[in-house]
């Protein structure tokens, strides 16, 4: 009796676990995959198995433009966010000689971020806007003499928002994986005469890969998922998928709306499974 119950303690500390995750993503998630096949005339949905949903996403322009303009965004915020983490990242974990100076300065790079998304994102129109402040500074030093539209209501204005949300998710893994770094790695390198290219090129960023890696599955999975940003800052101009399924929601298109979750979730897995294979992130976690 008493090997048993050994034998089934396992399955009892992990089943709260198992039932949560059951309740919450398992059942959900199935849920849209089934209301994704039912049909859909326009105007009411009803149950049943039909292919039309998909049929239509990846036959129409629309759609697929959409998906591209996504794929885009997620692309570009994402080099910009590493591009502006690894050296943050860096500095913070080789430059910054005490750990309590490391973790001010890292509370420093957090602080904004306890802020909600939406005022962050509000916080850019006195900056970007016709009046703003980058048009005045343009005009004032006679770089142009009308406002400039591009910063405002526009891709360009979507792009700085989400690399403003989402640069903490990188800097933080990577920061992560740096602070790991043998300091003796790099002591030895020195000393056999490495030069500071050689060094990042052959110990620090193999090393630093699991953070990045999980860093971008961090930022590529929000972009892809985004809506509010795209909304607002692009003053209803530019779409996403994440935007697609909001409006198709508000409009009771919930078997389009579920098609394209579908579509999307496929999309994000492949791609996180892709990072998995190439780089090992267990040791990160």
């Keep these: 009796m008493l090997r048993n119950w050994k034998a089934l303690q396992p399955y009892l500390w992990a089943a709260p676990q198992a039932i949560v995750f059951l309740l919450f993503l398992v059942i959900p998630s199935g849920a849209i995959v089934v209301v994704s096949f039912w049909e859909f005339n326009g105007y009411s949905m009803t149950p049943g198995f039909t292919l039309q949903n998909y049929l239509g996403i990846f ?9 591209l303009n996504t794929f885009k965004f997620a692309s570009i915020v994402w080099l910009l966010t590493l591009l502006i983490a690894y050296p943050v990242a860096y500095f913070l974990s080789f430059h910054v000689k005490t750990l309590r100076w490391q973790v001010i300065l890292f509370l420093v790079c957090v602080i904004p971020f306890l802020t909600s998304n939406v005022i962050r994102m509000i916080s850019w129109i ?3 806007g016709r009046e703003g402040v980058i048009n005045k500074t343009l005009m004032a030093l006679n770089l142009t003499t009308q406002p400039v539209e591009i910063f405002l209501f526009s891709d360009f204005a979507v792009i700085l928002a989400m690399v403003h949300l989402y640069t903490l998710f990188m800097i ?3 920061f992560n994986s740096m602070m790991r770094i043998d300091r003796a790695l790099i002591t030895a390198a020195e000393d056999a005469g490495a030069s500071g ?3 990042q090129k052959e ?6 890969a699991p953070g990045i890696a999980i860093g971008t599955i961090f930022v590529v999975t929000l972009v892809m998922g985004e809506f509010a940003t795209v909304r607002l800052m692009s003053g209803g101009q530019s779409s996403s998928i994440g935007y697609l399924i909001k409006n198709q929601i508000g409009s009771l298109q919930y078997p389009l709306a579920a098609a394209n979750a579908v579509i999307l979730l496929a999309i994000t897995l492949v791609l996180v499974f892709s990072i998995l294979r190439v780089v090992d992130i267990r040791k990160e976690l």
Aim: glycine share 4%.
């Design 59 to 67: 036959t129409s322009k629309v759609y697929l433009t959409t998906y």
């Design 126 to 128: 006195p900056f970007l």
């Design 172 to 174: 933080g893994p990577i």
């Design 197 to 199: 290219f050689q060094i």
């Design 203 to 208: 110990i620090i960023l193999p090393l630093v």
